[in-house]
């Protein structure tokens, strides 16, 4: 047997092993009632957690690169098994499918940043759109996967370890959460600053451009439906997609109905933009992709506080997302009952410079009292994690800090 091969199925025996334990069944309900409005108490969810830093790149035996990136993703399943999060980890790997036109020309024009300094370091945008007339460059995406392509990356993984843990291969739209949200690729296309400058200077043309790619983006989707590709397994909310009201998560599931699966979006771009011009400039544009599923969740790292009322015009909106940004209070009395609260502490004073454990233990109590009067429900999620001061036993210790002020305070 080739080497490569020996080395991912027996990482594949393990991460099966931790997929069969019981609690991962149990997580599943709870994140179902949970999002249902039926949950005792918050969940905890680690999404990102600076694997990178912590994890030694010399434990990669793979020599194939294809291998070697899936050798790595499931040393990562194994590693956070051990945090004691609420994190589900399912009996599948995905490969994702190769599309036509390519990734970086699936708006005519390349979407790209510019080159990174350094290694994990902050690109700057390289906009292709740069003046009005540029727009009729861009093309009408469609859904069009490269068939041969991309059973050659399923059958290879498959041959490997199909046998052990399946081999979950995503045929959804290829304009898709990040390159779906609209808000990412028009500052990609258009620059961050320019978008900005364009709602004033040039308005129409913003408006032109936000309309055209939500038409395409929801063209796209729909094409993605009538073709049978759509899967459970496109879910997506940026945290366990589970509710009661949505289809469970399910490898190789096709001919899925968007009302079956969460839909996501976030406008992190438009983070500076008012309310009002938030809502204007994107977010109407964004509305009518998102009430196409079943239930829908908003925000990333973004401050949607004075933002909320015009979310709440999402008539499918179940979760928001409360960033480290966000005033918690104020968020909460918008939110109240109404919406699943996505609290997300800021990760630099949570584990970043070392565990402080009094001072999460107080901003704990602290805004799960705020949370509490306002008749939220809500989970806690660590995200962005940027480094944790090259200590693997960081995000651990917070998850019991976490998890005992969960279990001490009164829901």
Known sequence: MNRDIAILRELARQVREIAEKPIQEERRIAWSKHNSFQGDQPLIYIRAYAFDEIFDESKLQCQDPFFRQYEKKMYDTIYRDQFGDDYIIEPWITVGSIYKPSAEYRWGLPVTLGEKPA??????????LKEEEDFEKLTVPTHCIDEEKTRERYEKLGDAINDILTVNLDRGPMLFMWTGDIATDLAKLRGLEQIMWD?????????????????????????????????????ENQCIPYALEVKRPQANAYGANPKDIWGYMAAQEFTTFSAEMFDEFMLQYQ????????????????????????????????????????????????????????????????????????????EMKTQFD??????????????????????????????????????????
């Open 119 to 128: 290694t994990g370091g902050a690109a700057a945008y390289a906009p292709s």
């Open 287 to 362: 509305i009518p992709i998102l009430e196409e599923y079943g239930l829908a969740a908003y925000g990333c790292c973004e401050d949607l506080t004075g933002k909320i009322p015009y979310l709440k015009k999402i008539k499918n909106l179940r979760r928001i997302a409360v960033s480290p940004f966000a005033n918690v209070k104020r968020c909460a009395e918008q939110i109240g009952p109404d919406y699943i609260v996505s609290y997300r502490p800021n990760p630099s004073s949570m584990v970043a410079t070392g565990i402080d454990e009094e001072y999460i233990r107080k």
């Open 370 to 411: 705020v949370l509490k009067q306002n008749h939220c429900k809500f989970d806690i999620t660590l995200k962005d994690v940027e480094t944790v001061n090259r200590d693997p036993g960081a995000i651990k210790r917070w998850v019991s800090i976490v998890r005992s002020e969960i279990e001490a305070f009164s829901f």
């Open 199 to 235: 709602a004033y200077d040039r308005p129409e043309f913003l408006h032109k451009l936000a309309s055209f790619m939500s038409k395409a983006i929801l063209k796209v989707h729909h094409e993605a439906v009538e073709q049978g590709d759509l899967g459970l397994a496109n879910t």
